[in-house]
């Protein structure tokens, strides 16, 4: 078990090196709280996972792996996602789209808000559904 949690901690170590994200204690646990539905994960906790003590439990699990943008079955396990499993949000998202998603997953409910707004009245546009005076 212990070499199980080790590979996970290596898995998740270069995992957030690909996502250009610290693996810092402090830094997840933001980030990570700020995806989490339940209740907050400590810092204590994610130093667990980093550093080869603890592999968190499916729930977080699926959050750790759409934050870094990877399958969740790839960052328990290693290797390929199973048959049939979804594919992961990350997909296709380059560096800056995946900052600028973690950056709108930061704002407020109401900036949230604001930027779906925008983002639904450009889409509207450039399906040539939007208003043409501009």
Do not use: C
């Not at 667990?48 to 603890?54: E, T």
């Amino acid at each position: 078990m212990k070499d199980e949690k080790a590979e996970f901690s290596a898995r998740l170590r270069a995992a957030l090196k690909d996502a250009r994200i610290e693996a810092s204690p402090s830094v997840l646990e933001k980030r990570f709280n700020s995806r989490y539905a339940g209740p907050p994960v400590t810092a204590q906790a994610i130093s667990g996972w980093l550093n080869g003590k603890a592999i968190p439990r499916q729930d977080k699990l699926r959050v750790l792996a759409a934050m870094v943008g990877v399958d969740a079955h790839v960052l328990q396990y290693g290797g390929r996602p199973r048959v049939g499993e979804a594919k992961g949000a990350w997909e296709g998202l380059n560096p800056a789209e995946r900052a600028m998603v973690d950056a709108y997953l930061s704002l407020a409910p109401g900036h949230r808000k604001l930027v779906r707004d925008l983002v639904a009245a450009l889409a509207d546009r450039a399906d040539g559904k939007g208003d043409r005076a501009a």
